[in-house]
């Protein structure tokens, strides 16, 4: 009670001091702005910058339950739970805890393999989790467990699964190292592979690792030796030839769209080409001093017309010329610092940023 009646005083002799000098208009006009009512100038300045400024993180690592430090990929389910793929198991992040799926020997209904390499959340709200050499499995909220498809006619073509997405049916589209696979929502399993009489319309290559339907429900699909586009599930897929020195196609290893409807393609050797419409523009990644960073492009959308390109550094580059296992690309980035060498996925309010190094959570 004493503390509250000091300041009570403070406060109304400040008042009455600011009232003798300046006038009772200035003290209303102040008290407004304190209170948000007017923008002031030091305020509007500081909003100006806000997007410059350096954003708070949360450290989540193994210390806090995290089965390891290398994250493969993150999703969020409708309940707002966290779901974290790594390479020793999946990891569901409540806010306070982390709960930890792994494989287990003679159990069906268990991961299939402990190193997931994909996650997706479908439209009726099922994690669908794509494992390394394991095959697919879908979680099960009832029972906590998992429904497995392994390699086989009624499941997946390859145990490597690197991509999905949906199919607008209530079915799902599967990416893996042995083609692009199609489960319906009656779970109906179909395969696709390339033909070889016709080449410009099926899959440029069995091994698929990456995939997109669009806004408009086109189909992109990234292979080891390109892209290719199918426009509705009765047309034929269209290779899409993206501009080069008239070589190979190049390995396609992330395909993503971003707010505006533009297609981002990343490719290995190659750095980004961006497709809007009928036109293809392209932009490579930086040269590091001891050679080009030609590894695994990444390409998430932290904000609205925003757009991160990283990537890994080949075998040529030289350890010693970075200090972390990235380096950003350059090509229509809105920051170059160390937060564009990781792929950043914002997940609702919540921006995830998986690295090398652990798990990262912005305050917000």
């Known amino acids: 009670m004493l503390r509250i009646f000091i300041t009570a005083t403070t406060v109304i002799c400040a008042a009455t001091t600011w009232v003798r000098c300046f006038g009772a208009r200035a003290l209303v006009v102040t008290m407004l702005m304190l209170a948000g009512g007017v923008q002031s100038p030091v305020r509007a300045q500081t909003e100006r910058w806000a997007d410059l400024a350096d954003s708070l993180f949360t450290q989540l690592n193994p210390d806090q339950g995290l089965p390891t430090r290398f994250i493969t990929a993150v999703a969020q389910d409708r309940e707002g739970f966290i779901w974290i793929g790594t390479s020793a198991g999946l990891a569901r992040w409540d806010g306070y805890h982390f709960k930890t799926y792994k494989s287990g020997i003679n159990d069906p209904s268990a991961l299939p393999s402990s190193y997931v390499v994909s996650l997706h959340m479908d439209a009726a709200g099922m994690l669908w989790v794509g494992t390394a050499g394991g095959g697919l499995a879908r979680h099960e909220p009832g029972t906590e467990r998992f429904t497995v498809f392994g390699v086989g006619a009624n499941g997946v073509s390859d145990g490597q699964v690197r991509s999905m997405d949906d199919d607008g049916a209530g079915g799902l589209w599967i990416a893996t190292d042995g083609g692009l696979d199609h489960v319906d929502a009656q ?89 809007e419409g009928k036109n293809v523009a392209h932009g490579r990644f930086p040269r590091a001093a001891a050679g080009r960073w030609t590894g695994k492009p990444s390409i998430r959308l932290p904000k609205p017309r925003r757009v991160r390109c990283g990537s890994a550094p080949s075998a040529k580059a030289s350890s010693s010329s970075t200090r972390t296992h990235g380096r950003p690309g350059a090509f229509n980035m809105s920051r170059t610092d160390l937060r564009a060498w990781f792929m950043t996925m914002c997940v609702r309010s919540t921006a995830i940023k998986p690295a090398f190094s652990g798990l990262a959570r912005r305050a917000v």
């Open 187 to 275: 779970g109906a399993w179909t395969h696709a592979h390339p033909d070889a009489g016709a080449e410009t319309t099926s899959l440029p290559d069995n091994h698929v690792n990456s995939l997109i339907r669009d806004r408009k429900g086109r189909l992109w699909v990234g292979t080891r030796h390109g892209v290719a586009r199918r426009d509705s599930p009765t047309s034929d897929f269209v290779v899409v030839p993206l501009p080069g020195d008239g070589g190979p196609q190049p390995e396609i290893w992330k395909v993503f769209e971003d707010s505006a409807g533009r297609i981002w393609i990343g490719a290995t050797n190659r750095g980004v080409f961006v497709i």
